[in-house]
């Protein structure tokens, strides 16, 4: 119950296509929902956020939609760049005594200039 | 806002050998938290800090790490009588005490290879 289950695991996009990553979760106590970058021999960073209060965000090309009832949020990068090859984690986190976050396994983007 | 940093970079050991990382919160976080990472997994939850206590640990915490956060500020974290399956990248992060989860900030990492 505690798992965040991520797909794919890796993606090849052209540039200027769109990627979409995908993630779902079991754990309805879960209430925030980040996306995190992760670039090799760095550690991630975080690129956007959701509350299920929302069913999209957006900030600049990137844009995660958040499904409630069915327990599952996706990260959309618009106009995809060589820049955006990297490797995504979703995350997810609620109160259980900590604010711990559990990750995806990773989705490893690359993105063809 | 000087970041998450993390000491060393880069630690090869000989396996049953003792190691020590450490990491220095983002200055005004209250909250620490160690993860590690094998290659081609996320982040998997070791340990938690609320200031100087430790909050919760993860069963993969075994009896062979120690993790301390003496003052509320640094953190270390020792590995005792290293084994080959603890070569792993070794993420600090920290994040703002808050009434509700609040973001995350990691560091470089420790890249951790047991010879």
């Known amino acids: 119950q505690q798992q965040v289950k991520q797909s794919p695991q890796s993606l090849i996009v052209q540039k200027g296509g769109i990627s979409i990553i995908n993630c779902a979760y079991e754990n309805t106590a879960f209430d925030y929902f980040p996306w995190y970058q992760q670039f090799p021999g760095k550690g991630p960073a975080l690129l956007i956020a959701i509350r299920p209060d929302v069913s999209e965000k957006k900030e600049g090309r990137f844009t995660i939609s958040f499904n409630k009832s069915a327990k599952q949020f996706s990260l959309h990068i618009m106009d995809s760049q060589p820049g955006d090859s990297a490797t995504y984690f979703c995350?997810?986190?609620?109160?259980?005594?900590?604010?711990?976050?559990?990750f995806g396994t990773g989705t490893r983007l690359k993105v063809l200039a | 806002d000087t970041g998450v940093s993390q000491d060393p970079r880069h630690k090869i050991t000989k396996r049953g050998q003792n190691v020590t990382f450490r990491c220095d919160p983002i200055?005004?976080?209250?909250?620490l938290y160690w993860y590690r990472q094998t290659l081609g997994q996320g982040p998997e939850f070791l340990t938690y800090f609320q200031n100087e206590a430790q909050l919760e640990k993860s069963r993969l915490l075994s009896d062979r790490f120690s993790a301390e956060r003496p003052k509320g500020s640094f953190s270390t974290l020792e590995i005792q009588r290293t084994e080959q399956g603890d070569s792993a990248m070794y993420l600090c992060a920290s994040s703002p005490t808050g009434a509700t989860n609040e973001k995350l900030f990691f560091g470089s990492g420790t890249q951790l290879s047991v010879l």
């Open positions: 200055s005004e976080h209250n909250r």
């Open positions: 995350a997810a986190s609620g109160y259980s005594g900590t604010y711990k976050y559990i």
